[in-house]
């Protein structure tokens, strides 16, 4: 599994790439509703600061002295109230009464910011591999050097329509003063937003969010591949889906055009990223029967390591060679498939450079750092080949 590929390019992204224009551009009309619970979330982190700095001790004042002494309205500072509420940094509000400030037990109004407690959020309805675990261990690593606490929690993202009673529950369960979101779907990263500092890897994101985001560029290295894979000649190149959102699957078939505007030897563009939407391994091999069968691919492009295991299944069951028949790239990196006959050429995302930008991120008082998107690393496999004409090989009962 590699989450972080669910990320779509942004008109605002730093200079750190030159990326195209994305379909999340047409669709980031920012809500005034939005808008007003990002600087509230930005007036809570102000009143949250001055307490730690000993400016307020004891009472805070109310919600309009509070509006008048920032320079926004009264509506706004309440929910600014609202999330402190939530994150336990003050008592419940009551007419006539101030807010009471409320210090743990571990912390007092200087408490340093590297005794603060991380929540690594990850999703719970895939199975993390061994380089996605590596990686967050290698941030909450990163975290506790210091002397920080992290806990973890397991979350079925797209499960929840209504995201923030959720994780204000999480982060009052956890303790939590930070968050780590690895792969979310987008309203995470809103409600994330508004409630803690956070850090995104991989995953959607509305533009009008303040983000710390480290990930890759799907459209970007799906162009990649595809590029190197038409310059052995290949044309009818199968891209299955199972979990991408509309928008990063948009973006998919974007790469796969890139630079051929020519039309589809055969189908559409679309029916080159065909969706595989039941995750069960005997549906799979009736899906790869159709896409074969419909479009004779000559090479696949696989983004999770049980895709990779399911087509050389197929493969294996229909008689077809690899790379002899069709050439496979895994736009994701697992150190056992390094054992696979032959082995697969596959793609790895930089540990290292995805490390230092988490480090910045915390060396930076956890303030948003903006977007950083890192190109992925091919490794040579024995996977890919020329395509010299001919398709795979049909076989009776099979494709």
Partial sequence: MTPWLLNENDPSDEPVSALPKAESETESVVNPEIERRTIAAQIAQKIEEQIVAGTWTEILPGKRTLAAHYGVNVKTCAVALELLEYRGRISSGHAGRGRTIIHSKNEGPSRAAHSQRLLIMHPSHSILGSEDTRLLHEFEALWKRPGGEVAWAGVNFPRYQRTRPVLQDLIKRHSADALLLYAPTEDWSRQAADLLPFYQIGGPYYADVPISLGSYSIEDEVSNVVRHLRSLGHQRILIPNESLSERIKASVIKGLKEGNDQACLQGSWED????????????????????????????????????????????????????????????????????????????????????????????????????????????????????????????????
Avoid at 293 to 306: M, N
Avoid at 388 to 396: L, T
Wanted: hydrophobic share 35%.
């Fill in 272 to 399: 080159y990223c065909p969706d595989f939407t039941e995750s069960i391994p005997e549906v799979w091999n009736d899906y790869w029967k159709k896409a074969f069968s419909k479009l004779k691919p000559s090479a696949v492009i696989i983004f999770e390591d049980k895709h990779l295991l399911s087509l050389y299944g197929f493969c294996y069951t229909n008689g077809i060679k690899i790379p002899r028949d069709l050439s496979v790239i895994c736009m994701s990196y697992e150190p056992i498939f390094e054992w696979c006959q032959p082995k697969p050429t596959m793609l790895r995302y930089p540990l290292k450079s995805a490390a230092a930008h988490f480090q910045q991120w915390i060396k930076g008082g956890l303030k948003p750092i903006g977007k950083k998107f890192f190109p992925l690393h091919m490794i040579d496999g024995e996977s890919i080949s020329h395509f010299h004409g001919k398709h795979h090989p049909a076989k009776p009962g099979g494709v």
